[in-house]
């Protein structure tokens, strides 16, 4: 199947004015066009299963769902979707997560301006884009820290349901709510938090706060 014309966009981000400087971009193209707009993970996921969608821009930062857990729902529910990530950080996280997610490309708010279009355009040819300069420095942190000595992170001992939880825990959400989000019973929350608390070895949502944000999960 080719490219649709014009490729209308989905674009996911918490800050409006973030969402209207996307837009200030995307629509003066002749290709692009902006058709629905999300400040959460959540609405974003649902919105594209309403259809009509052929490419997600997803903020990595975002409050119920972050950009890579979206990701990864869209990926599963629509996978005809292409979905590009964005972020003010260059972190190797963010980028080899936002692949594992199903992403097609990685691009730096810093550096919408100049590569935005050109990202959403390979990515509907069906190729991969980085900025440039967040790749070269990324692959040099993967090459120093690949034979270093050491475990997993901690991010990397949850399971995919465990940091969904944990994202939620430290915005505040109650058990209840949590397992009306996701559609699953308050005591398996309960049990999900107790295991996340465990493995992370922490005591309370403070803490688990602190690991959220340093983790990139949500913000400061």
């Known amino acids: 199947m080719g490219i649709p014309f014009p490729v209308r966009i989905l674009v996911a981000d918490d800050h409006a004015v973030v969402r209207s400087g996307l837009r200030q971009l995307l629509d003066g193209q002749p290709d692009l066009k902006i058709v629905a707009e999300a400040d959460n993970g959540?609405?974003?996921v649902s919105r594209c299963a309403e259809g009509d969608v052929h490419l997600a821009l997803l903020d990595v930062a975002?409050?119920?769902?972050?950009?890579?857990?979206?990701?990864?729902?869209?990926a599963r529910r629509?996978?005809?979707i292409r979905i590009l990530m964005l972020s003010m950080y260059d972190k190797e996280q963010y980028f080899f997560e936002a692949l594992a997610a199903g992403a097609s490309g990685y691009v730096a708010k810093r550096a919408a301006d100049k590569d935005i279009v050109e990202a959403c355009r390979a990515t509907m040819r069906g190729e991969a884009f980085v900025y440039p300069d967040t790749l070269k420095r990324l692959l040099r942190e993967r090459l120093r820290h690949r034979d270093s000595a050491g475990g997993p992170t901690r991010l990397g001992l949850l399971t995919a349901?465990?940091?969904?939880?944990?994202?939620?825990?430290a915005e505040g959400h109650s058990s209840a709510e949590i397992a009306e989000l996701l559609v699953i019973s308050a005591k398996t929350v309960e049990r999900?938090?107790?295991n996340i608390y465990e493995k992370l070895r922490i005591r309370d949502r403070v803490e688990l706060t602190r690991y959220a944000?340093?983790?990139?999960?949500?913000?400061?």
């Open 42 to 44: 959540a609405d974003a």
């Open 62 to 74: 975002m409050p119920r769902l972050t950009g890579l857990q979206a990701a990864r729902e869209i």
């Open 78 to 80: 629509c996978p005809e």
């Open 161 to 169: 349901r465990e940091s969904e939880i944990a994202k939620l825990v």
């Open 192 to 194: 999900h938090r107790a």
């Open 213 to 220: 944000i340093r983790e990139g999960l949500i913000e400061a």
